[in-house]
Structures are given as C-alpha cells and as structure tokens.
T-cell receptor, first 112, second 114 residues
Framework: NAGVTQTPKFQVLKTGQSMTLQCAQD?????MYWYRQDPGMGLRLIYYSASEGTTDKGEVPNGYNVSRLNKREFSLRLESAAPSQTSVYFC???????????FGSGTRLTVV | GENVEQHPSTLSVQEGDSAVIKCTYS??????FPWYKQELGKGPQLIIDIRSNVGEKKDQRIAVTLNKTAKHFSLHITETQPEDSAVYFCAAYYSYNQGGKLIFGQGTELSVKP
C-alpha cells in the first residue's frame, strides 16, 4: 500500500504566485489533515476534514484554502504565496479523528 | 485554549540509557494521546498511543504514562539505541462538534550517542 501520497515533494514559488498541494490516501480513511512544520514550532494544523464533504479551520488557516475532492483526496491551495509560507507541509489521514494518523512524506515549499 | 507543551526540546543520552520526554495538555476532556517519531527527511510515524481510560501502556522498549489529574503524559524509552535518534512529538486530541483534531507539542530532538 502506498499510504498517503503527496505531490510535489519540492517547490519554489515567487511571492504572489499560486499553487495547489495534492494529497491522496488509499487506506479508505474518513479524516484528512494538512499540517505545516517550522523549526521549533512543531506541527501546526492548517485545515482538516473530519469526513468527506466537511472541512474546518485549524490553528493557522490564513492564506490557505482546501478542497476535499472525494474520500481519497484532500488538496491545499495557496492563492497568493508569501515568504511566511515557506515551510514543510504534511498531509495526514486517519480512520476516525481520534485514531492514529498516517502522514505523507511532505512537501518542502520555498517562497522567494 | 488548545495547547500542548513538550519538554525538553533537545535530549542527549548514551546508548543503553533511558530517555524520558514529558508533555502537558490544557483540556481535561482530551482522551487520546499519541506519540510520533520523525526521522530526517520523513513524515512523522506513530509509535505508541494511549487513551484516557488507561494509565500506562508498553510496547517493547517504549512506554507511555498518563496522569489525567495533572494533565500530563510521558514517553519512556529504555535501553536506547543509536537508531532511536530522531525528533519525537506528543499530541493531544481535542474534540469538536464535527469531529476533532490532534494538537502537537513542539518536538524533542533525541540524540543517542554510541
């Protein structure tokens, strides 16, 4: 099983550009999440989707939008990238929201 | 508000020694506490978890303890090995009307010296 697949693995954007980070899981999980990881700040939740058809804001949602396309896919969009969005982004999924998460391998994003 | 504090931020031990990482959480209603290990360049991986109806859980060299009254939980690694070197994250589950989410601690970088 592939688990959680994130694309792309690396990306460099110019300030003001837009992009979508893709995430897909093949474990038939109900819940999906987007986190960002910055040095010394751990993993901070951007958005989550408890089940297909629902999305909710996390701790740091400003500057991002999400789409739960179907049960497998959960995308994260940056409409106008800013240097403060330089980070490593992780997608995760779980069978239910209070079960262990499976994380993808991450997308390293640099905004210049 | 939602908060998880994790200490220490770095920990260095000799191979064979024990390592302990501690976390505190803010919401007494939290009922699920997982621990993750992150190796360099990889995503976090679940290594052990505990629910609030249990005080302690063990899996080989790894154990987690939970003190609900004090709202803190700890990860214990015995007989540490160089391959235990990684960043470890604790998390606490916060529930809401439409489900819930994990809030993570800031991470502990564990270094095991041969």
């Amino acid at each position: 099983n592939a688990g959680v697949t994130q694309t792309p693995k690396f990306q460099v954007l110019k300030t003001g550009q837009s992009m979508t980070l893709q995430c897909a899981q093949d474990m038939n999980h109900n819940s999906m999440y987007w986190y960002r990881q910055d040095p010394g700040m751990g993993l901070r939740l951007i958005y989550y989707s408890a089940s297909e058809g629902t999305t909710d804001k996390g701790e740091v949602p400003n500057g991002y939008n999400v789409s739960r396309l179907n049960k497998r896919e959960f995308s994260l969009r940056l409409e106008s990238a800013a240097p403060s969005q330089t980070s490593v982004y992780f997608c995760a999924s779980s069978e239910f929201s209070d079960y262990g998460y499976t994380f993808g391998s991450g997308t390293r994003l640099t905004v210049v | 508000g939602e908060n998880v504090e994790q200490h220490p931020s770095t920990l260095s031990v000799q191979e064979g020694d024990s390592a302990v990482i501690k976390c505190t959480y803010s919401d007494s209603a939290s009922n699920y506490f997982p621990w993750y290990k992150q190796e360099l360049g990889k995503g976090p991986q679940l290594i052990i978890d505990i629910r609030s109806n249990v005080g302690e859980k063990k899996d080989q060299r790894i154990a987690v303890t939970l003190n609900k009254t004090a709202k803190h939980f700890s990860l214990h690694i015995t007989e540490t090995q160089p391959e235990d070197s990684a960043v470890y994250f604790c998390a606490a589950y916060y529930s809401y009307n439409q489900g819930g989410k994990l809030i993570f601690g800031q991470g502990t970088e564990l270094s095991v010296k041969p």
